[in-house]
Structures are given as structure tokens and as C-alpha cells.
């Protein structure tokens, strides 16, 4: 491409953004009266086209006359903007904070970006046309939602970038930056997971809750659709619920597995599909034969500060252990000290297993282990639900006993192949 071709391509990109942006903004403000609205697709677009020829000329070498077209472009919009008549006491700062972001984007255009400004500019037009969904979202969220959203924001941004990456600690098991990382993407799952709850399991029902619900814990939402349906007469959807939030449980752990631990991703796959094929068939039943059921309210938000640093000294002690039992006993020793640490968590298993080096332990007896975590879950949640719900919580337990002994057959069969 000659130099020619690409100035054009520069220039054009910067019209793009104007206009694309310029489309969204006139379409928005198209209600207001004539001689209130500051800029529209017109000036948009203007303003691409001259910050745009900006960026090129301080490509050019050419920075003074660069910086007076921007200032110029800034001039016009602070007067245009300060000075508008039927201003409200309280303005919108959308369009001209859109305007200086297509000011911004021209100029990279102009400058030598063009890929990057055209994204920018997809996104910013994003971000404006989806004001209703947007505002909808923050009406469905409450104080506690906000000050969870805080805390992940800590847990990740705040941390995360100012731990060390090394080896540390007894064995040289610790790398705090992975360690962290570990918190940054589970309470993120189970974090993503809560929010869909929230924005669609109370509008939805039952059936929702439990599908997402237990994508981010399947055992508190057992525990909420277990005691809901126990202090009913009579049962509702909660039983296909807590046999749905089971099955996607099934399917949540080779997403850990496939994060943490990628070798042992076929293995689990292998052993779990039976059990993933009757979770979901026996699921599907109940779901069939449930009534149309309001949801509960979802369990407690999974995001605190105290749980995630428990979860990464629990993630901690289990690397120091594997380690340990790498060197003294094998990968049979690995095997035991993976089923009984997953019978307390099993998303602390896989990350352990990530941990450890590809030959501490084959992937068939590392899978067997991550099974046997599951079966000892399962039975939990089995025990709360007859415990809660009592009789009317039977079809859902059958349920889930039905997967468990799938599960159980498939870890005898890969137990032969030893």
C-alpha cells in the first residue's frame, strides 16, 4: 500500500467514527427541539474528518498545527455546549463526552491506528445504544450487589498486578501471582453467575434459578430450592430446579478443568458424560412434569473479601500438601489428597491439580480423583435436600443418585484399566 492509499484510509476511518457514532447520537436526541441539540450525525462526522486530518498532520511531524486543530475542536464544542439555548439544570454530559471520545478516536485514526479507532468507535456506539439496558440492569441491582461489584473490582484490578510471579514458600509451591489469579477467576465465575440470577431467575422461576444458579453453587441453590419446597403442601418446580443446578454442575467442572488443568480435560470428559446425559435426562423429566413455579430469591452473593483470601490460603495449603505428597508417596498419594480436599471444595481440587507438573500424576487417576470429589458433592447435597424438603424432596434425590451411580460405574470401569 502506498503512502497515498494509506493517508486516505486514515482519513476515511476517521469519518467512519464520526459517523457511526454521529448515527447513534442523532437518533437518540432526535425528540429534542430545534436549536436545542449542539451536534448530530453531521457534526459527528465533522468532527472525525478534522480530528482525523489532525492525527495526520502530527504523523507528519507537524505537532503544533496537530494540537491547534484539537484545541480548535474542543473550543467549538465547550462554547457549543456551554452556550446552548434550553438547557436543562441539569444537562446530560453524554454527547459531548461522545463527541471528544470521536475527536480521540479521529485523531488515532489519523495518527496511524485505524483498526484501533474503528473498534473504538464499535464500542463506544455500544455503550450509547444501550442506555435502556443499561439502566434497566442498575434498577435490578441493590446495595449489596454494588458493594459486591466493588469488591471483585479490588480482588482483581487491585491486587492482581502488584503480586510477584515465582516461586515461593515451603516446596516453592507458592506463585502468588497464580494463586490470586486462581481468586480472580473462580469468584468471577461464581460472580457472573449470581448476576444472571439475578437479572433473570426471579423473573423466570424455578427452572431458571437452578440452571443458573448452579453454575456458580449448585449446593446453596440445592439448599434454598430444598427448604423452599419443604415448607410447602405440596412441590413445585423445586425439584427439577435442584436437579437442573446438579447437572450444571456437571458441566461447570470441565470448564474448571479445562482452565486449570487442560491434560485431564478428555479423562473427566469421558468419565462425566454418562452421568451428564442422566443428570440432564432425569432433569429434563422433573421439568416436564413441574407446574409453572415463581423463583426464589438467590443465595447470598458469593463475592467477600474474607471468603476469597479462606479460598486462597485453602488453595495454598493444598499446593504445599500436593507437593509434599508428589515427593513422598506418588501419584497414589496425590490421588487421595486430591478426592479428600475436594470432598471440601471442589473447584480447590482442580486448582490444585492444575499445580501440579505433568508427570506428578496420569491424567486417568487425576480425572478418577476429581470423580470421586464429585460423588462425595453429590452425596452432600443429596443429604440436604432429603433433610430440608423430607419426602417431597425424594424425585429430585432419585435424581441425583441416578448420576451418581453413572458416575460410579464409569470411575469402576476406568479403575480396571489401572
Known amino acids: 500500500m502506498s503512502v497515498g492509499w494509506a493517508e486516505a484510509l486514515a482519513a476515511a476511518t476517521a469519518v467512519a467514527c464520526g459517523l457511526l457514532i454521529g448515527i447513534e447520537r442523532g437518533f437518540d436526541l432526535r425528540d429534542l427541539k430545534p436549536g436545542t441539540r449542539v451536534a448530530g450525525v453531521r457534526t459527528f462526522t465533522l468532527v472525525g474528518l478534522v480530528s482525523g486530518l489532525a492525527g495526520l498532520v502530527g504523523h507528519l511531524g507537524q505537532s503544533f498545527a496537530a494540537g491547534a486543530l484539537m484545541a480548535g475542536i474542543a473550543a467549538v464544542l465547550a462554547i457549543g455546549y456551554g452556550h446552548r439555548p434550553g438547557l436543562s439544570e441539569r444537562p446530560d454530559a453524554t454527547t459531548p463526552i461522545a463527541a471528544v471520545a470521536t475527536a480521540a478516536l479521529g485523531f488515532m485514526a489519523g495518527f496511524g491506528e485505524p483498526g484501533f479507532a474503528i473498534a473504538g468507535a464499535t464500542i463506544v456506539t455500544l455503550i450509547l445504544a444501550l442506555k435502556p439496558e443499561l439502566h434497566g440492569f442498575l434498577d435490578k441491582l441493590d446495595q449489596a450487589d454494588v458493594k459486591a461489584l466493588a469488591r471483585y473490582a479490588v480482588i482483581a484490578g487491585a491486587v492482581l498486578p502488584f503480586l510477584p510471579n515465582g516461586h515461593y514458600g515451603p516446596l516453592g509451591a507458592w506463585n502468588p501471582q497464580k494463586l490470586w489469579l486462581v481468586v480472580v477467576l473462580v469468584t468471577g465465575f461464581s460472580f457472573l453467575g449470581y448476576v444472571a440470577n439475578r437479572i433473570f ?150 486448582v490444585t491439580l492444575g499445580g501440579l507438573s505433568p508427570g506428578a500424576i496420569s491424567p486417568l487417576v487425576a480425572a478418577m480423583a476429581i470423580g470421586g470429589t464429585i460423588i462425595v458433592n453429590m452425596a452432600v447435597k443429596i443429604g440436604i435436600t432429603l433433610v430440608y424438603a423430607r419426602r417431597l424432596g425424594l424425585s429430585a434425590a432419585a435424581a441425583m443418585a441416578s448420576s451418581v451411580v453413572a458416575l460410579a460405574v464409569m470411575i469402576g470401569l476406568a479403575w480396571t484399566r489401572l
Not at 210 to 229: D, E, K, M, N, P
Open 201 to 350: 431467575g426471579e423473573r423466570h422461576g424455578t427452572v431458571a434459578t437452578g440452571l443458573i444458579g448452579g453454575a456458580y453453587s449448585s449446593t446453596a441453590v440445592t439448599q434454598a430450592l430444598a427448604q423452599r419446597l419443604g415448607s410447602e403442601k405440596q412441590g413445585g418446580a423445586e425439584p427439577a430446579g435442584i436437579a437442573l443446578a446438579t447437572a450444571v454442575m456437571y458441566l461447570r467442572v470441565p470448564v474448571l478443568i479445562a482452565i486449570f488443568a487442560t491434560r485431564v480435560l478428555l479423562p473427566i470428559s469421558v468419565l462425566l458424560l454418562p452421568a451428564v446425559i442422566v443428570a440432564w435426562g432425569a432433569g429434563y423429566w422433573l421439568y416436564r412434569k413441574a407446574p409453572s413455579h415463581q423463583g426464589p430469591a438467590p443465595p447470598g452473593n458469593p463475592i467477600a473479601l474474607l471468603p476469597a483470601l479462606g479460598f486462597v490460603t485453602f488453595v495454598a495449603v493444598a499446593a504445599v500438601a500436593a507437593k509434599w505428597a508428589q515427593g513422598s508417596f506418588g501419584q497414589s498419594g496425590i490421588a487421595v489428597l486430591l478426592l479428600i480436599i475436594g470432598s471440601m471444595d471442589v473447584d480447590v481440587a482442580i
